[in-house]
């Protein structure tokens, strides 16, 4: 971890402590596969830098530039994950009423279209940076749960305000590394005890994760908050109902 924390304030112009340490867990999610990518949404746009220190810890490490976002990657682990979830896709949870559901199957369709578009690109790309830019009808919210690992993703119709998961009981997932998030996401709390689909899909999202550290857990209802160890370094899984006022998508 040392090695990540020196090599991001060599490459990077980022002065605060704590998003140092953010990115640098996260970097060592990516090293060990545990995380298919990273949104750089912790320092101002630096794209050289970036490429650079990815290359650091990847040999194949590239770089999506996606509207005006970046993500940060190792080709083979991201073109794996993109391919495992063409044949498996997260499950799409439409929020666009308060009628949370799941996405029907032309929207479900439409998004595997995109992450096949964005898959031939990575794939397709001679140097190491992809820059691709987003349709005007592509909801980002979806397709950033996607790159970033999601079992669940949010899908919304982008012309009209989301406020449906405001006031409303949702169940957050994270995994944090000394208060700094690494990975975190929601579900409707209602669709979660009502949906058995939905509860399947975290719970083969918990299986893959606690098969990388000691942990006897292997049920979500099990746990409320945890302590793991994965490949030496020290985790925090906590779940939790919360209900916000205003959720921001």
């Known amino acids: 971890m040392e090695d990540l924390l020196r090599s991001i304030k060599l490459k990077l112009k980022i002065k605060n402590r ?3 340490q953010e990115l640098g867990v996260n970097l060592w999610l990516v090293k060990h596969g ?3 990518s990273i949104l750089m949404d912790v320092c101002q746009v630096q794209s050289k830098g970036f490429l650079a220190l990815i290359k650091s810890i990847s040999g ?3 770089v999506l530039k996606i509207g ?3 993500f940060m990657f190792s080709k083979k682990l ?3 994950h993109l391919e495992a ?3 498996d896709p997260p499950i799409y949870l439409d929020i666009s009423t308060n009628q949370h559901v799941i996405a029907s199957q032309q929207i479900i369709d439409a998004y595997q279209g995109i992450i096949q578009n964005v898959k031939f690109n990575i794939l397709n790309e001679s140097s190491d940076f992809v820059d691709l830019e987003p349709e005007s009808d592509w909801n980002m919210c979806t397709i950033f749960g996607i790159l970033l690992g999601y079992p669940v993703v949010y899908y919304f119709k982008i012309d009209q305000e989301c406020s449906s998961l ?3 009981d949702l169940l957050v997932v994270s995994l944090n590394h000394q208060n700094k998030p690494t990975i975190s996401f929601s579900v409707p709390h209602k669709l979660y005890v009502q949906n058995a689909q939905v509860r399947n899909q975290l719970k083969n999202w918990f299986s893959k994760l606690l098969a990388q550290c000691e942990c006897q857990c292997s049920e979500i209802s099990d746990i409320s908050r945890k302590d793991l160890t994965i490949f030496g370094l020290d985790f925090v899984l906590d779940i939790k109902v919360v209900n916000l006022p205003y959720v921001s998508l």
Do not use: F, S, T
């Open 18 to 20: 704590d998003k140092i």
């Open 34 to 36: 545990l995380k298919p």
């Open 60 to 62: 194949d490490g590239m």
């Open 68 to 70: 005006q976002d970046y």
């Open 78 to 80: 991201l073109l794996a």
């Open 85 to 87: 979830v063409l044949q």
């Open 166 to 168: 405001n006031n409303e």
